[in-house]
């Protein structure tokens, strides 16, 4: 059994090669008991991979991966899951035109009766589904409603309510403000925290600094397939985040690249402005 001290999942060193492609390389990170770790990092930078070699949908070419200490090997997405890992992707895994409930229990649905009798338990579904969102702050009128006639905040809590009530230690969310307007985006970062409160171990990926910001405790950045490094508020301030996911430095050395062609480009036309006013003066003087 592990301790407080030992972080729920842990991978250290790991990289994942397809073929001739280096996904990831060498990349290292942990989340602990009521933690928020942010993942962070540009399109490109190795975020998805990551996400399904914690999932368990990818192994790692190199390296070790660690749940409560032990060293795993997971052979599938479901492996994953009965260790308590739970990840949530950006299309949430629902149907919009089922009911709430039964997205709820998409999969693991409740049932009642025996044998060829056997069906769906409605009653009791409708009822954890309604408490679970209650216990997320939402009021749901009623769980036979579809679930895509919900906003996108409350569906992200739907599917947040959902890895909770089975019993996730770790949960990973995809991206879950990427399409959402301020609002929303606020709703499902007040989720994360009270996630975080239960004492789940949170892993928010986001190329969003502020959002991170904004409930992470450590932040890890990920840039090319390679960890920047993983810092804390104290050790990283949000503008110089903004700047390291940016690649500022590279946009700096581009701008001034692109001043010197503008420098050369404006000597190559005044070269050519004497050289017009030479050759008319000459034809003047023949």
């Keep these: 059994m592990a301790d407080r001290q030992t972080p729920l999942i842990e991978v250290r060193h790991i990289s994942k090669y397809f073929g001739n492609v280096i996904a990831l390389n060498d990349v290292s ?8 770790m942010c993942l962070l990092g540009d399109n490109g930078a190795g975020k998805s991979t990551l996400i399904k070699v914690l999932s368990g949908v990818h192994k790692p070419s190199e390296g070790e991966y660690l749940v409560d200490g032990d ?3 997971f052979d599938s997405p479901r492996d994953a899951l009965n260790r308590g890992i739970a990840t949530v992707y950006q299309d949430l895994a629902m149907i919009p035109l089922m009911s709430i409930s039964r997205n709820f229990f998409l999969g ?3 049932t009642t009766g025996w044998g060829p009798f056997r069906r769906f338990n409605i009653k009791f579904a409708n009822q954890v589904t309604r408490e679970e969102m209650a216990r997320m702050g939402i009021d749901i ?7 895509g006639t919900l906003s996108g905040g409350e ?3 739907v599917a947040i309510a959902r890895a909770v009530y089975f019993g996730a230690n770790v949960l990973i969310l995809d991206e879950p403000t990427a399409a959402l307007g301020v609002k929303q985006a606020g709703t499902v970062l007040r989720y994360i925290a009270q996630a975080r409160a239960k004492g789940i171990g949170v892993i928010f990926i986001t190329h969003n600094p502020h959002h991170a910001y904004a409930v992470g405790d450590r932040f890890t950045i990920l840039k090319r397939g390679r960890t920047v490094g993983t810092f804390t508020k104290e050790e990283l301030s949000r503008e110089e985040m903004v700047r390291m996911m940016s690649g500022a430095d590279e946009l700096d050395a581009l701008s001034h ?5 503008a420098r050369e480009e404006a000597d190559d036309q005044e070269m050519a402005k004497l050289d017009q006013q030479l050759a008319k003066t000459l034809e003047e003087e023949a």
């Design 155 to 157: 569906r992200q809590s």
């Design 108 to 110: 693991s649905e409740p």
């Design 29 to 36: 990170m942990s989340v602990n008991v009521g933690e928020v």
């Design 141 to 147: 009128r009623d769980t036979s409603q579809p679930v």
């Design 71 to 73: 060293v795993v090997d």
């Design 257 to 261: 690249e692109l001043e010197e062609f």
